[in-house]
């Protein structure tokens, strides 16, 4: 059964950092394609960010292009969210995802081609 599982998140301010992790268990984590999505209160599911199996190509919203970066590390089954320069804005649950292999092995940023989701971890930035 695969579990993901999401940690790093809390209470920050503006401008700070923060690194969210998530440890993959289950199945084979350098299969798979991963992805980091948010969801703040009464809005829907956004995509944040994606990696393809090996770790060379990702992809962002353009909302935090230039601020986060998503990295994977596949000896340790983790992906990995940096987060610099933060904004109130950026206030949300945090969801790591991983891609079904029918869809391939390249990142996306469409919610609908994940099998699994982690439970989330809350980030609040205050102004």
């Known amino acids: 059964q695969v579990q993901l599982v999401e940690s790093g998140g809390g209470l920050v301010q503006a401008g700070d950092s923060l690194r969210l992790s998530c440890a993959a268990s289950?199945?084979?984590?350098?299969?798979?394609?991963m992805g980091w999505f948010r969801q703040a209160p009464g809005k829907q599911r956004e995509f944040v960010a994606a990696?393809?199996?090996?770790?060379?190509?990702?992809s962002y919203a353009d909302s935090v292009k230039g601020r986060f970066t998503i990295s994977r590390d596949n000896a340790k089954n983790t992906l990995f969210l940096q987060r610099n320069s933060l904004k109130p804005e950026d206030t949300a649950s945090y969801y790591c995802?991983?891609?079904?292999?029918?869809?391939?092995?390249?990142?996306?940023?469409?919610?609908?081609?994940?099998?699994?989701w982690g439970q989330g971890t809350q980030v609040t930035v205050s102004s």
């Open positions: 995802g991983q891609r079904g292999r029918r869809y391939g092995t390249g990142w996306s940023r469409d919610p609908k081609e994940y099998d699994y």
């Open positions: 289950g199945r084979t984590f350098s299969n798979y394609a």
């Open positions: 990696i393809n199996w090996s770790g060379s190509f990702t």
